[in-house]
């Protein structure tokens, strides 16, 4: 179907309300509406946090009886469940919309198609699919974790241009400028959790917080260390600031003496079953989302990136470039070796290349994002490999 100008416009507008509370609706997606009538927008509405009203019933109430007769933008599929709060397509009918443009289905099996039924059998004249990629895009955590029932995993690295993350002995190296430290720090607002591996912890004392006062008070992002034999010092930084919890990923069982003191401290100790010699770091994904942390930045070291890359459990990599050279002794990104061409690891640029002073910043996708499991119109453009910005690595 082809949209006009204006139909664009509000569902643009829509997305935008939508943005609003990003950081604050987890583990509900962001949804934004809008609803017009005569050429004019007569209410508006967006899901502020999960347990208060959706969207929908935000937009309606600003509209009150003007809703009679309009049209609603809306970027998700009205929901079809009593939750938290009821459902939203009963209230779309009893408003009296009468045309409905909906950016992305809902893939909640409460919801699944359930709520566009409801919309068409009260009559209502539906389309579904107006600026589609830009809600996956924008609800793209919430996506995976109904399809792949996992956190969203996002990896961060900062790296010379020869790749190389630090020096070969492992003492710390500034790498990357300012820019993209601040850059890094406004990265992390963005995820419920802060990932590092322990040699990262020992190596180079992070506090894994927020810096800059750009933090919401509310939700600082839970800081975790996988250490699969509990290696972590009990000095370091990280210990300080109390910013927010301490979740270690350890394996096997915890001495109680040893428990007692990291728990004393603030942390939290979970144990996962050993998998070939490391945690398993699906089970990490699976546990994150099962405690309610819905999205997570690993932020190194190699060896944690290189477990994800290699488990192929990644989502979202954001790599920050260097204007440098360290050379061949340093540290790679990613450590294993190849052993034969088809052994290469492939990525997506998406979106944008961000210069950041004398640094740049791409952001790669995993090839199987969730747009694979979506219905078949996006499916299509996914599977064609195209992104809207540079494609830097082609097969
Ligand atoms: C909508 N509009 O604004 C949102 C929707 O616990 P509840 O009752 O808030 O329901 C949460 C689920 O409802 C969530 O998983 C998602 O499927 C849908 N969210 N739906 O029509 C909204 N936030
Ligand atoms: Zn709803």
Redesign the pocket.
Known sequence: MDYTESQIKYMKRALDLAEKARGFTQP??L?GAVIVKDGEIVGEGY?HR??EA???INAISEAKSKAMGATMYVT?E??AHY???PP?ANAVVRAGIKEIFIALE?P?P??NGKGITILEEAGINVHTGLLRDEAIRQNRVFLTNQIKKRAFIALKSAQSIDGRIGPADGRPLKITGDASHYRAHLLRRDYGAVLCGVNTLIKDDPSLNIRYNISHPENSPVRIVIDPHLRLPLSGKIWHSSAAPVLIYTLGNVSSALKKRIESRGGHIVSLPDKDGIIDPLRIAVDLLERNICSVLIEGGAATLTAFFNADLWDEYHCFIAPKFIGANGITVYRKSMENDDDAVVLNAEQSVEICEDDIRIIYKNRQGVELCLPESSKKKALSGKSDAIHLVRR
Request: proline residues 10%; charged residues 20%; contains cysteine.
């Open positions: 509900n997606p949804v899901h999960a347990g959706h969207a929908e998700l009205p929901c939750g938290k709060t939203c809902d909640n409460k919801v």
